[in-house]
RNA sequence: CGAGGUGUAGCGCAGCUGGCUAGCGCGCCUGCUUUGGGAGCAGGAUGCCGGAGGUUCAAAUCCUCUCACCUCGACCA
């Protein structure tokens, strides 16, 4: 009653207005907060944490695979934008410039980099000269600045954090082949540490990313059915290389240019974090990433024994996971509503009568059933439950991933499925561009992708009817 | 950038047909009692009423301008 009344006046419920629940979520569970400059979003602890344990993981599987990390400067001179035609095209519009440099006006003004590939390129062209020393696989960790008309936290912000891989191969299959390993990195990521499934694809023309030969996304689809684009890798050929001059004496001592990709993923992944696998209690959270992975709350704090034993709990399951005691003197009730709020994956009570039993209740945020754990071997049934919350998290990610993916054969079915299930559509597609802007035109969905895994579902174009070969996954996307 | 909306205590809001000392809930601070699903009692602190002009004896309240934020479109990771 009095708790259930509370809890819905703290998040608004998804189902009624999921816009809100997803504000309500980011600022109640301390992840942001809004700044002085519009669009720009304080990252606070809670979320900042989220973010340093993506960056430690899939850190680490970009060093595994060979990449260096680098920190290129975040101003771009003007004529080192407009050096790629349409790199330039695309970007221009939502660049910030810097025009003075304390009173004086610069002779040429900067942009703050919106992405990173003209200072890589520049860069490159430098320190690239024989086929010894490539490829060259660097990445870097930093923020970048786009003055987008409108900003939602996570989603789409003026400034966000990411990261860009940025890579010079000898030729063109090899550079190729990096763009697929990276963007199944980030699938694997998305499995295995955010437990969300995606749709690995490749862009249309009109999608994909300016000045690049072809861009590839891993596409997740978040709890309202909307599509999220949650990293891309994009092939540039030989295209930004011939631009900025970027060649290479071969093997065969032949002057080559080097064939080029990018790569990223940025804080968007916590907004699909919070958007896959939240409920109307707030955040769930994955456990590999997740800042407090095991949350201990004393209940009865002040009886004997109670605060030692649970100290003692807390020290030992800190050696292995990132623990939480909260020694506060809240009420329990109170504690155990705010780390569901946080998506706190496992919450562990320790009062007298656990004492007496050598034992501890454990809740499971994602289904929160309740189950009595030995102390002996705690740490062995902590792991295990933090696998299977993992495991389930990822399960029924997938199954609402591929109970919400429909086929549409005809126009009027298109429409129909569009209007009235929310959710991803295949449909064939004549490669027009005219029909992918009719199709965005008339039912505001837009092509997500086109999936490597798929099998035709007709051979005429969903919208104009002429033959067709390609299936596209259609959506509407954040 | 188009269309709507909102700015009053840390948060959520009331007050707004001008009127006297600006209020409520939550939160916050202190103390005591409590502790297995958002505790109780007692005491306490907190406001340039978004900003700037105007009208008036008198402005949170009326007028003008401005700024910020939110939602929905168009644009994008």
Same mark, same amino acid.
């Given at each position: ?34 700044? @002085? ?112 008309? /409108? /900003? ?19 030729? %063109? ?39 690049? +030969? ?5 596409? @997740? ?88 034993? +649970?100290? %003692? ?148 174009? +969903?919208?104009?009817?002429?033959? @067709? ?7 509407? %996307?954040?």
């Amino acid at each position: 009653m009095a708790k259930q009344d509370k809890l819905v006046e703290a998040i608004t419920a998804m189902d009624q207005d999921f816009a809100q629940w997803y504000t309500d979520v980011v600022l109640k569970a301390e992840l942001i907060d809004y700044s @002085a400059v519009k669009g720009c979003m304080i990252l606070r602890p809670y979320g900042y944490a989220i973010w340093e344990n993506i960056m430690q993981n899939l850190d680490r599987m970009f060093k595994k695979t060979g990449h260096e990390n680098v920190a290129m400067p975040m101003f771009i001179p003007e004529s080192l934008l407009q050096k790629e035609k349409d790199h330039v095209e695309g970007f221009a519009p939502e660049v910030a410039w810097v025009t003075h440099g304390g009173n004086d006006k610069l002779t040429e003004k900067l942009c703050i980099r919106p992405t990173s590939e003209t200072l890589f390129c520049d860069h490159y062209a430098n320190i690239i000269q024989s086929w010894r020393d490539l490829p060259k696989l660097y990445n870097q960790w930093v923020s970048v600045v786009r003055w987008e008309k /409108t /900003t939602r936290p996570f989603l789409r912000t003026t400034e966000f954090y990411w990261q860009e891989g940025h890579t010079a191969h000898a030729t %063109a299959a090899e550079a190729q082949e990096e763009t697929l390993r990276m963007l199944e990195t980030y699938a694997t990521f998305y499995r295995d540490y955010l437990a969300i499934p995606v749709v690995r694809g490749q862009k249309t023309d009109k999608e994909k990313f300016a000045g690049a +030969v072809s861009t590839y996304t891993v596409e @997740a689809m978040m709890h309202d059915g909307k599509a999220l684009q949650s990293a891309t890798s994009h092939y540039f050929g030989d295209g930004f290389a011939k631009a900025f001059g970027i060649q290479f004496t071969d093997k065969n001592n032949t002057l080559s240019y080097v064939h080029q990709t990018s790569w990223g993923l940025s804080t968007r992944s916590i907004g699909a974090i919070i958007m896959v696998h939240g409920d109307d209690n707030g955040l769930v959270l994955p456990p590999r990433i997740a800042p407090i992975q095991v949350v201990l709350v004393p209940i009865a704090a002040h009886k004997p024994g109670v605060l030692e034993k +649970v100290r %003692a709990v807390a020290d030992d399951l800190g050696e292995l996971f990132r623990v939480k005691l909260d020694e506060s003197d809240k009420m329990p009730g109170w504690k155990f509503a705010e780390y569901e709020m946080k998506g706190v994956p496992l919450r562990l009570e320790i009062g007298p009568r656990d004492l007496e039993n050598n034992q501890c209740v454990a809740v499971r945020r994602d289904s929160g059933e309740k189950v009595t754990l030995s102390l002996d071997n705690l740490a062995t049934e902590v792991k295990r439950l933090l696998d299977e919350i993992h495991t389930g998290l990822y399960k029924k990610a997938e199954d609402s991933l591929n109970s919400r993916i429909y086929d549409a054969k005809d126009w009027a079915t298109f429409t129909d499925l569009i209007a009235n299930k929310p959710g991803f559509i295949r449909a064939m597609w004549c490669g027009d561009l005219a029909c992918e802007l009719k199709i965005k035109e008339e039912t505001t969905a837009t092509s997500r992708c086109m999936p490597f895994e798929h099998t035709a579902n007709g051979d005429t174009c +969903v919208c104009c009817g002429k033959p @067709a070969d390609k299936l596209v996954m259609w959506g509407k %996307a954040y």
